[in-house]
């Protein structure tokens, strides 16, 4: 029966939400335990009706002293991770209360800033990719004019990964390989408005009758789709 009236107490508590992200972040923004700790302490005693916690309450559920206690508080305002702010009840009182709310903002623009870094690694790896896959079906390593401009493609020219991978492609089925040829149609492209490999596929597609030239494919083009329609982008006269 007391295991049972314990178990009851415990289900009838309030729960304390403390959002995963002070769990998964608060070191990359430059949180120590102890202040993660009363953080946390802070979000329940908001929970339990309490918004300006004093020193003392909260060292009767820490280990720590009221003088560290209150440092602690002064550093995370002093970090711009807390603040006090001036709120108004129902009866027009006016009241202090801990608000975390820029602890929150903090935390919102880590992880924002996390996908972003997570974004620019798939992208340099997709780059990485790109030019072994330039190197591969060339036969040999590119030199650093010729990486330069395939760098050129993607910084200066703003073209994608994959319409860069789709013009290699063309380049292959074409049989001619040669970065000139695969500007061209990158340059072709460009002025068409043409942004993805599908639109890309669209317009050779609306060339293939009018083409007389043969899919030569290089023995490397095995890589690449068959049916894809073959263009002679040099050919092409505004």
């Known amino acids: 029966m007391a295991n049972e ?5 415990w289900l009838e508590q309030q729960h304390v939400l403390i959002p995963q992200l002070l769990f998964q972040h608060y070191k990359a923004i430059d949180m120590t335990d102890e202040e993660a700790l009363i953080i946390m302490h802070l979000l329940a005693f908001q929970t339990e009706g309490n918004n300006f916690p ?5 060292m009767h559920r820490s280990t720590l002293t009221t003088n560290a206690i209150s440092t602690i508080l002064q550093r ?3 970090k711009g991770l807390l603040e006090i702010a001036q709120m108004t009840d129902a009866n027009g009182i006016i009241y202090e209360t801990f608000s975390v709310y820029p602890l929150w903002e903090r935390l919102t623009e880590r992880v924002q800033l996390d996908a972003h870094e997570v974004v620019k690694q798939q992208e340099s790896n997709e780059e990485g990719m790109l030019f072994s896959m330039f190197e591969t079906e060339f036969g040999r390593l590119f030199s650093p004019i010729e990486i330069e401009t395939i760098s050129k493609w993607l910084d200066e020219d703003g073209h994608s990964v994959a319409l860069i991978k789709q013009a290699l492609k063309e380049a292959v089925l074409a049989g001619k390989m040669s970065l000139k040829y695969i500007d061209r149609i990158l340059y072709e ?4 408005n043409i942004q993805t490999p599908q639109q890309a596929q669209a317009q050779t597609s609306q060339f293939r009758e009018k083409t007389q030239a043969p899919m030569h494919a290089s023995s490397s083009a095995s890589n690449f789709n068959d049916d894809v329609p073959f263009y002679n982008w040099l050919e092409e006269r505004e």
Request: proline share 6%.
């Open 54 to 58: 004093t020193p003392q309450e909260l």
């Open 189 to 192: 492209w460009q002025k068409k």
């Open 76 to 78: 995370l305002m002093q």
């Open 5 to 9: 009236q314990t178990f009851r107490v």
